[in-house]
């Protein structure tokens, strides 16, 4: 068959969806746009887990503890399906890594925001595991078999994710005054950069055309961005709490909230390494990186000694 002849049998196949797989032909372009995407994703998770880490020591019950510490393990475990998914496209965990410690590869903006006080989990599970439940579970229909089967399980994870900041939320605002204005706080700071998690408005995106033809992606930016806020005013109206944007408000013709513009300029600094943790996120993977040498040396060389006595059992 010639190029092109395959380039038309796998956009057929896309339009009638069917599943591309690792072994199947795909463009070289489709290959990249997919480790970008999937390898991003899989650092977001992994980046992820520091904010609320930070918190695990100072949940303040027993039970909050035990159900925190389950959600940032969930996280780390995402992380792993997602390196698992890419590294079927022929790029290497290591590679991935080494991508991730020099910056050249991207993660997603929201976890360069520091989590100030416990409602900060409430926020966190509220907000930010909601838009990325939002976005993703577009993403278990992706036209890529591992990315979307990985997404399948994800999306079951994060909405228990979901709720248990929801619950926290819950608690805080029926609280006293003083707990109130700790889930009121943590809202206002965390409402515009989980709205910056959807990325740019469709114009200014580059990779949405070609990423929604291919089927990766379901929704543009802004659609999901839309859902997202639509889904949450009644939400945060339950809570008794106040979305911080003046400019909220139901438009009856596109059966939905307008809102206002999102400071771009600070979303485009918090991509470029200039947020308020970006240092100390990235400080803190190569830390731990570095310090893990020796689990992953044990493990190739235990790994080694066990290939060797089956060989040798077989021999025998
Ligand atoms: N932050 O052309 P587009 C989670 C980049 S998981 C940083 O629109 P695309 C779970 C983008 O990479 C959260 N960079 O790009 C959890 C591109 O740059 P490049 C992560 C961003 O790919 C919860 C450039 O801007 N979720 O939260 C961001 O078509 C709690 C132009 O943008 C995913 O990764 C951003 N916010 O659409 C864990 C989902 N937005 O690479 C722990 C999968 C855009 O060309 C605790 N990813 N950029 O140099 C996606 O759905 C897509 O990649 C988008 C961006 C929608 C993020």
Redesign the pocket.
Known sequence: MKELDFETDFQNKIDSEIKIEPKDWMPESYRK?LI???S??AH??IV??L??GNWITRAPSLKRKAILLA?VQD?AG?GLYLYSAAETLGISRDQMVSDLHSGKA??????NYPATSWADMGA??WL??G??IM??VA?CRASYGPYARAMVRICKE?SF?QRQGYDIMMKLCAGTAEQKQMAQDALNRWWWPSL?????NDE?????AQ?MKWRI?RFS?DD?RQKFVDATVEQAEILGIKIPDDNLKWNETKKGYDFSEIDWTE?NQ??AGNGPCNKQRLKARVDAWDKGAWVREAALAYAEKKAVAIKEKAVA
């Open positions: 746009t970008r995407q999937i991003q994703h977001s998770e992820g887990m904010p609320e959600k996280e995402h991207k993660y997603s903006s929201i976890f966190v599970g930010v595991d838009a990325a976005n993703q993403l994060e994710h910056m998690m959807f990325g740019p200014n995106s580059p990779n949405s990423s992606k930016n999901l979303f918090v991509v």
